[in-house]
């Protein structure tokens, strides 16, 4: 019991406040800085901005506690370390869907960062109506004892889709277990129209590509 308690107090630490934690947020400064210059490789090329908002975070101790309980795993660092990607996220808001897949292969050309996965909740949209385009990537970081491998999860995805993934997050907290078939269904059917409007977007702006 008091094992467990320690086990839990030493998550919580070093999430908040570790070499850890300070080592990730050298990753996400790095992945940020690799995105605005991808943005400006695009930009010269198409003479727009493709990535229109980007941010990054480390997992709330919070966050991470239901996530493992959820996956039924024993709540320590080190399984958190290795059983969930996204610990240390990176989000990137694209103007159209094919811009995210234009970033995804700038970003998979780095030659320090190897990616783990690709998920892509784009071409398969989860059950829920989720739409985004996921890369678990590993990013190479020189630190004085070495170069080190930090793992990491960039969710690429349209406002439209970070607007419905948004409300979605808020709503599913609210909702209980009765209200929530009826209201997973509304909110699949949100999600369909949400995947129609980019798809049109991108027609008109291939069309004024053309002219
Ligand atoms: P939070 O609170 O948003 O951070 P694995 O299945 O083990 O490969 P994982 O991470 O469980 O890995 O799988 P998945 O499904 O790829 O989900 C990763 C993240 O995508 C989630 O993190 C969410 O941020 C987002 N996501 C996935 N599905 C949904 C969905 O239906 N609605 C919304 N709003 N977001 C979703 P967390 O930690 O689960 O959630």
Redesign the pocket.
């Known amino acids: 019991m008091k094992k467990k308690k320690n086990e839990k107090e030493r998550l919580r630490d070093m999430l908040a406040d570790s070499e850890f934690s300070i080592k990730g947020q050298c990753a996400i400064s790095l992945l940020l800085t690799k995105l605005d210059i991808i943005n400006t490789v695009l930009l010269i090329d198409s003479g727009r901005n493709v990535i229109q908002m980007k941010n990054g975070r480390m ?1 709330s101790y919070e ?2 506690c ?2 493992m309980q ?2 039924g795993l024993e709540l320590n660092f080190e399984t958190a370390v290795e ?4 610990l240390i ?1 990176v989000r990137a808001i694209c103007a159209y869907v094919d811009d995210i897949y234009r970033v995804a292969e700038l970003v998979e050309k780095q030659k320090d960062i190897r990616i783990i ?1 690709e ?1 892509d ?1 784009i071409k398969e949209p ?5 739409q ?1 385009l ?1 890369l ?1 990537l590993e990013i190479a970081i020189a630190f004085q004892n070495g170069t080190q491998w930090i793992k990491m ?1 960039l ?1 690429l995805r349209t406002a439209a889709m970070d607007y ?6 808020q709503l ?1 907290y609210k909702k209980g277990k009765k209200e929530a078939e009826l209201i997973d269904e509304e909110l699949r059917q949100c999600a369909e129209v949400i995947g129609n409007l980019d798809r049109k977007m991108l027609e008109i702006r291939k069309k004024i590509d053309k002219i």
Do not use: F, M, T
Not at 83 to 86: A, H, I, S, V
Not at 126 to 130: E, I, L, T, V
Not at 164 to 169: E, G, I, K
């Open positions: 997992k966050s991470v239901k996530k959820k996956k059983k969930l990607n996204d996220g996965k998920k909740y989860k059950k829920s109506g989720y985004s996921h678990i999860e969710q419905w993934a948004n409300l979605d997050h599913r």
